[in-house]
């Protein structure tokens, strides 16, 4: 089997950890990789996600040999069986541990200036990474999380060759693992997409997991309801069937479409990322693919606005036969070209949307269409980003629904910094959710109607 990307290696082994679902559950993902594979397991089990900063004190001459780890709060575990068999004196030990020290404390610095550590002390700590090859990491996360005196470590994994897997059940309660094929190569082989994870997206991850729940669940709790549809699906637009994914949380207000810009798709990080936070807040959204994989070959079709939006419209009407989102107000949100898309096909008869918000978008694509756009429209830019904010600048001359500007201090054009993305998902999820609230008024559909919430 081979993983579309981390996203869904996380769900799958999400499903295969519900017998561990209850309140002193706690799943910690190994960075960077194994966090965003974390986050997902955290989301089925609704239970606290955090990271478990550990590194492995290695032999100097034999790295990959692990003689020790160290974890947070001077958690510090040592193998003296490695030790006096590798013939490592203490200034060796000493030297390797400075240095590592080093590493963890910058992870630290960075993962906790705004998420501070859990406490697993007598909890259910689920050690999550992508996969593992030796394995010897994993011993040292789980040696250093027993330090930290959880009661319970489980160590799931999506992929993992099954000699390390047998050498791993001596320091873990017990072991998950969704596949152990041979031959074994490297983790990446069983990835379509196995990208790097920056810092970046580990501290948001983490921000996300920690941000208030509706309804005022707590969000370190593993209390907080599971989303009521969390699933693939395959949308049938009048024969031409496409691949998305769609998530309706517990007394949704609204859904969101997603329209991903050029070179990307449904496993959108970013747009991962946006959706997280608007299902946090009772909204719905679905990602999926605008073009099928032969089509994207094609370059011109990842330009061609037109063909897009028809797809977003198509989709759009999908919704509308869902049962289960039945009377549910519509709502796009694009990036990039995928904004024009939006735009366009927020502004074709029948369509009615609620609300539209573009992230980095290029509403000039959609040209002469913007005056025929009734839905409230939020356009967000980067403040590094200057050609797109001149054209989206350049856009709002055109448009006569209600709409706004927003620029994003220090961001560039993919929102890259710190932050900045989480500004974007918040943005969004206020102007979604005053879009869709608006509906049961008389408001006028014009500018000048309602005000739109200010930021």
Same mark, same amino acid.
């Given at each position: 089997?081979?993983?579309?990307?981390?996203?869904?290696?996380?769900?799958?082994?999400?499903?295969?950890?519900?017998?561990?679902?209850?309140?002193? !559950?706690?799943?910690?993902?190994?960075?960077?990789?194994?966090?965003?594979? $974390? $986050?997902?397991?955290?989301?089925?089990?609704?239970?606290?996600?955090?990271?478990?900063?550990?590194?492995?004190?290695?032999?100097?001459?034999?790295?990959?040999?692990?003689?020790?780890?160290?974890?947070?709060?001077?958690?510090?575990?040592?193998?003296?069986?490695?030790?006096?068999?590798?013939?490592? !004196?203490?200034?060796?030990?000493?030297?390797?541990?400075?240095? %590592?020290?080093?590493?963890?404390?910058?992870?630290?610095?960075?993962?906790?200036?705004?998420?501070?550590?859990?406490?697993?002390?007598?909890?259910?700590?689920?050690?999550?990474?992508?996969?593992?090859?030796?394995?010897?990491?994993?011993?040292?996360?789980?040696?250093?999380?027993?330090?930290?005196?959880?009661?319970?470590?489980?160590?799931?994994?999506?992929?993992?060759?099954?000699?390390?897997?047998?050498?791993?059940?001596?320091?873990?309660?017990?072991?998950?693992?969704?596949?152990?094929?041979?031959?074994?190569?490297?983790?990446?082989?069983?990835?379509?997409?196995?990208?790097?994870?920056?810092? %970046?997206?580990?501290?948001?991850?983490?921000?996300?997991?920690?941000?208030?729940?509706?309804?005022?669940?707590?969000?370190?709790?593993?209390?907080?309801?599971?989303?009521?549809?969390?699933?693939?699906?395959? @949308?049938?637009?009048?024969?031409?069937?496409?691949?998305?994914?769609?998530?309706?949380?517990?007394?949704?207000?609204?859904?969101?479409?997603?329209?991903?810009?050029?070179?990307?798709?449904?496993?959108?990080?970013?747009?991962?990322?946006?959706?997280?936070?608007?299902?946090?807040?009772?909204?719905?959204?679905?990602?999926?693919?605008?073009?099928?994989?032969?089509?994207?070959?094609?370059?011109?079709?990842?330009?061609?606005?037109?063909?897009?939006?028809?797809?977003?419209?198509?989709?759009?009407?999908?919704?509308?036969?869902?049962?289960?989102?039945?009377?549910?107000?519509?709502?796009?949100?694009?990036?990039?070209?995928?904004?024009?898309?939006?735009?366009?096909?927020?502004?074709?008869?029948?369509?009615?949307?609620?609300?539209?918000?573009?992230?980095?978008?290029?509403?000039?694509?959609?040209?002469?269409?913007?005056?025929?756009?009734?839905?409230?429209?939020?356009?967000?830019?980067?403040?590094?980003?200057?050609?797109?904010?001149?054209?989206?600048?350049?856009?709002?001359?055109?448009?006569?629904?209600?709409?706004?500007?927003?620029?994003?201090?220090?961001? !560039?054009?993919?929102?890259?910094?710190?932050?900045? @993305?989480?500004?974007?998902?918040?943005?969004?999820?206020?102007?979604?959710?005053?879009?869709?609230?608006?509906?049961?008024?008389?408001?006028?559909?014009?500018?000048?109607?309602?005000?739109?919430?200010?930021?």
């Amino acid at each position: 089997m081979i993983f579309t990307d981390r996203i869904e290696a996380g769900r799958a082994l999400g499903r295969s950890l519900a017998q561990f679902r209850g309140p002193d !559950t706690i799943v910690v993902g190994l960075p960077r990789g194994g966090v965003p594979v $974390a $986050a997902e397991v955290a989301r089925a089990l609704g239970a606290p996600l955090d990271v478990l900063i550990v590194r492995k004190v290695g032999v100097p001459f034999q790295p990959e040999l692990a003689m020790g780890a160290i974890g947070e709060n001077g958690v510090r575990v040592v193998s003296r069986e490695v030790l006096d068999a590798a013939k490592v !004196t203490t200034p060796e030990f000493a030297t390797v541990e400075r240095r %590592e020290r080093l590493e963890l404390e910058r992870r630290a610095a960075r993962y906790r200036a705004e998420t501070p550590a859990l406490d697993l002390r007598g909890k259910t700590v689920i050690l999550v990474d992508d996969g593992l090859a030796t394995g010897s990491s994993a011993r040292a996360a789980c040696e250093v999380a027993r330090a930290h005196d959880a009661a319970q470590i489980v160590l799931a994994i999506p992929v993992a060759p099954g000699e390390s897997l047998a050498q791993l059940r001596e320091v873990a309660d017990s072991v998950v693992c969704l596949q152990t094929p041979t031959p074994f190569g490297a983790v990446g082989q069983f990835y379509e997409d196995f990208s790097a994870v920056s810092d %970046e997206e580990v501290m948001a991850l983490l921000r996300q997991a920690r941000s208030p729940q509706p309804g005022g669940a707590d969000p370190g709790s593993s209390s907080m309801d599971p989303p009521c549809i969390d699933r693939d699906v395959a @949308l049938d637009l009048d024969g031409l069937v496409l691949d998305g994914h769609l998530t309706v949380p517990a007394h949704a207000i609204g859904v969101v479409a997603f329209a991903h810009g050029s070179g990307s798709s449904r496993f959108s990080t970013r747009n991962r990322l946006v959706a997280g936070t608007l299902n946090r807040a009772g909204l719905a959204t679905l990602l999926f693919d605008l073009l099928t994989r032969d089509e994207e070959v094609d370059r011109r079709n990842v330009f061609d606005v037109e063909l897009l939006a028809g797809r977003l419209g198509a989709a759009t009407r999908w919704l509308r036969r869902q049962p289960e989102l039945a009377g549910l107000p519509i709502g796009y949100f694009g990036a990039s070209t995928g904004a024009a898309a939006a735009l366009w096909a927020a502004a074709e008869p029948g369509n009615e949307v609620a609300a539209v918000v573009s992230r980095g978008g290029r509403p000039d694509l959609a040209g002469p269409r913007l005056g025929a756009v009734l839905a409230p429209t939020l356009l967000i830019v980067g403040g590094r980003d200057d050609v797109v904010i001149g054209l989206n600048e350049e856009a709002r001359a055109l448009l006569t629904c209600e709409h706004r500007l927003i620029i994003v201090p220090g961001a !560039t054009h993919l929102f890259e910094e710190t932050g900045t @993305l989480d500004e974007v998902a918040s943005l969004a999820t206020d102007w979604f959710s005053w879009g869709f609230s608006r509906l049961g008024s008389a408001a006028p559909r014009r500018a000048g109607g309602v005000a739109p919430p200010s930021r």
